[in-house]
């Protein structure tokens, strides 16, 4: 109970901070592992050609990547970078960065259910090719079946 009225009394005290840490999320792909296979999406700022002509290949494609459990995280050296459209803490961004190994230039990379890189590309990439790709995978194959 003292462990409540101290919490609710932060909260009433210093409410800006209980908000700024709400935003922008902190990220673990590892809480992703299993349920979603993930399409990073890197460049150095949304204004790259590469980058825009890939959102525009993208567009129209929400149920294809919602029946494939397929998540779109938008990596940015310049700018907000995001998770299916919410933003990201700066600091999960450089940890993505490192672990799968992205520069600034831009690149795309297909990570499977598992957690590891299954395609990299470092020009913008037909949908139809991922989903192929993406449909080929045995778990995907399962999935087909079971629905």
Do not use: C, H
């Amino acid at each position: 109970m003292t462990q409540l009225i101290l919490l609710l009394l932060t909260l009433f005290i210093n409410p800006t901070t209980a908000i700024a840490k709400q935003t922008p999320a902190m990220l673990n792909l590892q809480s992703y592992q299993w349920k979603n296979r993930l399409l990073l999406v890197s460049a150095s700022s949304e204004n790259t050609p590469e980058y825009q002509q890939q959102m525009q290949l993208f567009s129209n494609q929400t149920a294809e990547f919602a029946d494939r459990d397929l998540l779109l995280i938008e990596l940015f050296a310049n700018g907000t970078s995001r998770i299916n459209g919410d933003p990201i803490n700066p600091e999960e961004v450089t940890q993505i960065k490192q672990q799968f190994n992205i520069g600034d230039d831009f690149s795309l990379i297909l990570v499977g259910k598992d957690g590891t890189a299954k395609r990299r590309e470092t020009t913008p990439v037909k949908p139809t090719a991922i989903f192929q790709q993406i449909d080929a995978m045995p778990m995907r194959q399962q999935e087909m079946r079971s629905q």
